[in-house]
């Protein structure tokens, strides 16, 4: 949640030319971020959703967004798990700042939202 002021200073939601389906409330906040805010979480909100396929049809392009979404994330994790294995890269990466560690990237991905068939999750 944001004032009307902070959203109108970053140009509110992006849109993507080339995607109908994205993360827009990530980029969001990246762009929050560049004007020296920092996200928070409300651990006591509860926001409660109504969609998925109970109330509509789950659309082709979505499921294919969140499939193609999922494979991207274990992707990357699976790259980021052998980087990790090579001797001193963790060290180097400790120093350099590359990516977060494996393990600390599960740890959040158990907090973020599950995502299934294209139908996101909170709880």
Request: charged residues 35%.
């Amino acid at each position: 949640m944001t004032s009307r002021e902070l959203n109108e200073r970053v140009g509110g939601f992006r849109e993507s030319k080339k995607d109908i389906f994205w993360l827009e409330d990530e980029a969001y906040i990246k762009d929050i971020q560049k004007l020296g805010f920092e996200p928070a979480v409300l651990a006591d909100l509860r926001v409660h959703h109504t969609g998925g396929s109970y109330y509509t049809e789950i659309s082709k392009e979505k499921a294919r967004y969140w499939s193609d979404y999922r494979k991207r994330r274990a992707r990357r994790l699976a790259v980021k798990q052998m980087l990790f294995r090579v001797p001193f890269f963790r060290r180097l990466n400790a120093r350099f700042g590359w990516f977060e560690p494996p393990e600390s990237t599960a740890r959040r991905r158990d907090s973020e939202p599950r995502v299934q068939d294209g139908v996101e999750d909170a709880g």
